[in-house]
């Protein structure tokens, strides 16, 4: 019964997937992959991801997760990963399906749900990304909101619901207790997004964890029980990070300006940014920019033939 949807949905995403990932539907991406490509550091958001066909793998602090075809991934809090997708060919190429969550929505689903029906929260804060097997009904779910993109004038009416049908899914599927923590507004999962929004907004500030814990609503020893749980690394860690990522983008950009941009992204030295950007993606900055920077005029002459 799985592989039914499941040949449904690689027929839907190829036909539909385009350069920029995204599609007429609001919050819902696609995702093609010709080749297997080379790790690179990028975030997770708050977002259902389910693998069609391929193997994509993905590491998070010491933590390293695959999924593969039929498999789900939900991400539950903004994280800094370097993910990779391990097996993809032209012939067969990798193929993935995308929705962004949004915690008002959870929230609402919750409401009008019997808690009788639904698992109890997770006993302990979860990590932050999770990986199961997707029910039949996901992908079901999953293909009939795809097929919308060939019917546009029904997307206003019927995609709502059935976004909320997926949620409903995955609330009383196997992360449903994760998902359910997602949606309640004091749960540690929520007092932890809370910390990490505020470290992402100021993340060129350096700060105390006291501070960020009182912001979260939490004792310190909690914050950094909580905290380690969700991301698996440290506030500080997280910051670094969130840092040399945006400081790649800017590379990317401005190739020429390294001390600028170290200083930009919150470094006071410009030695010890060079040794952890160096870690972080295999090279020194100035480098790494120039074939960034390269790449991405490759591909916008590309385009513009």
Not at 79 to 89: D, E, G, K, Q
Not at 134 to 149: K, Q
Not at 182 to 200: M, Y
Request: without cysteine; positive net charge; hydrophobic residues 40%.
């Amino acid at each position: 019964m799985v592989g039914m949807p499941l040949d449904e949905l690689r027929v839907l995403l190829a036909r539909h997937a385009r350069p920029d990932l995204g599609t007429g539907i609001a919050d819902v991406r696609i995702f093609r992959a010709d080749r297997p490509t080379p790790p690179t550091p990028t975030t997770y958001g708050r977002v259902l991801a389910l693998v069609a066909q391929g193997t994509k793998r993905f590491a998070l602090g010491d933590r390293v997760y695959e999924y593969q075809a039929g498999e789900y991934l939900v991400a539950s809090i903004d994280l800094p990963v370097t993910a990779y997708f391990a097996r993809a060919s032209p012939q067969e190429p990798a193929l993935g399906f995308g929705l962004t969550l949004h915690p008002a929505a959870v929230a609402e689903v919750l409401l009008q749900a019997d808690p009788a029906g639904l698992p109890a929260p997770a006993p302990r804060p979860p990590t932050g990304l999770t990986v199961s097997r997707a029910p039949v009904e996901l992908l079901d779910a999953a293909v009939r909101l795809l097929r919308l993109l060939d019917q546009p004038r029904d997307i206003p009416m019927l995609a709502p619901l059935i976004k909320r049908e997926i949620i409903w899914r995955l609330l009383t599927g196997e992360q449903g207790g994760v998902l359910r923590q997602f949606g309640l507004p004091d749960s540690s999962l929520s007092h932890v997004a809370r910390a990490v929004q505020w470290i992402r907004d100021n993340y060129a500030q350096p700060f105390r964890v006291e501070d960020v814990a009182q912001r979260a609503g939490m004792s310190v020893s909690s914050f950094h029980r909580n905290f380690q749980a969700v991301t698996s690394m440290s506030p500080i860690q997280y910051q670094k990070q969130i840092r040399l990522q945006h400081a790649r983008l800017l590379l990317a950009a401005n190739p020429g300006d390294v001390a600028g941009v170290s200083r930009s992204v919150g470094y006071e030295s410009a030695a010890q940014f060079s040794r952890e950007y160096r870690r972080q993606f295999g090279g020194p900055p100035r480098q790494d920019a120039v074939r960034l920077h390269a790449r991405t005029a490759t591909r916008a002459a590309s385009r513009d033939s």
